[in-house]
T-cell receptor
Framework: QVQLVESGGGVVQPGRSLRLSCVAS????????MHWVRQAPGKGLEWVAV????????YSTNSVKGRFTISRDNSKNTLYLQVNSLRVEDTAVYYC???WGSGYMNVWGRGTAVTVSS | EIVMTQSPGTLSVSPGERATLSCRAS??????LAWYQQKPGQAPRLLIY???TRATGIPARFSGSGSGTEFTLTISDLQSEDFAVYYC????????FGQGTKVEIK
């Protein structure tokens, strides 16, 4: 079945970095764009970044521009989010999701938690 | 940025009743509107896309309507498993979510 599994989260100090991963299975990963979405504790959903199926286009929300980088390795069926210069306000569960149709998200992973604290 | 506003924040409904959730966009998003359900500790699940099309496996008691700036998610005959938080999302101009509506047991 179609599945996305995130990993790489953890507890880090402000200013440090992490690389989040999302491994896809059950579908042809290289055919589909992918999103990262995050959710701060007790808060709503926030779109973070998107990447085209072939990696040719990447976009991110303003609050993470210059700090977060989305990428993918289609040979490994894996999506990445490099998160640098972390801030307390980046504390959230980070979900990867498949881009479908005109841009909605039809499959989600279970998320990986990032906590930024000194 | 297109701002999505959901109302009410919390909706108290008895099992078997109908729930009506609203979502308003700050500018037209045409029919580029999705609804997601999220239960505690779980990832969101796609319910409706293109404003009114049910996703695969979603029961017929879930229906979506609207276009432009005003949208509605209706859940008829609420079941125990439907008590959750619901988010609308536009994908017309980048991607933004509403703040969510919690449907709780009355």
């Amino acid at each position: 079945q179609v599945q996305l599994v995130e990993s790489g989260g953890g507890v880090v100090q402000p200013g440090r970095s992490l690389r989040l991963s999302c491994v896809a299975s059950g579908f042809t990963f290289s055919n589909d764009g992918m999103h990262w979405v995050r959710q701060a504790p007790g808060k709503g959903l926030e779109w973070v970044a998107v990447i085209w199926h072939d990696g040719s286009k990447k976009y991110s929300t303003n609050s993470v521009k210059g700090r977060f980088t989305i990428s993918r390795d289609n040979s490994k069926n894996t999506l990445y989010l490099q998160v640098n210069s972390l801030r307390v306000e980046d504390t959230a569960v980070y979900y990867c999701a498949r881009y479908w149709g005109s841009g909605y998200m039809n499959v989600w992973g279970r998320g990986t938690a990032v906590t930024v604290s000194s | 940025e297109i701002v999505m506003t959901q109302s009410p924040g919390t909706l108290s409904v008895s099992p078997g009743e109908r729930a009506t959730l609203s979502c308003r966009a700050s500018q037209s998003v045409s029919s580029n509107l999705a609804w997601y359900q999220q239960k505690p500790g779980q990832a969101p699940r796609l319910l409706i896309y293109d404003a009114s099309t049910r996703a695969t496996g979603i029961p017929a008691r879930f229906s979506g309507s609207g276009s432009g700036t005003e949208f509605t998610l209706t859940i008829s005959d609420l079941q125990s498993e439907d008590f959750a938080v619901y988010y609308c999302q536009q994908y017309s101009n980048w991607w933004t979510f509403g703040q969510g509506t919690k449907v709780e047991i009355k």
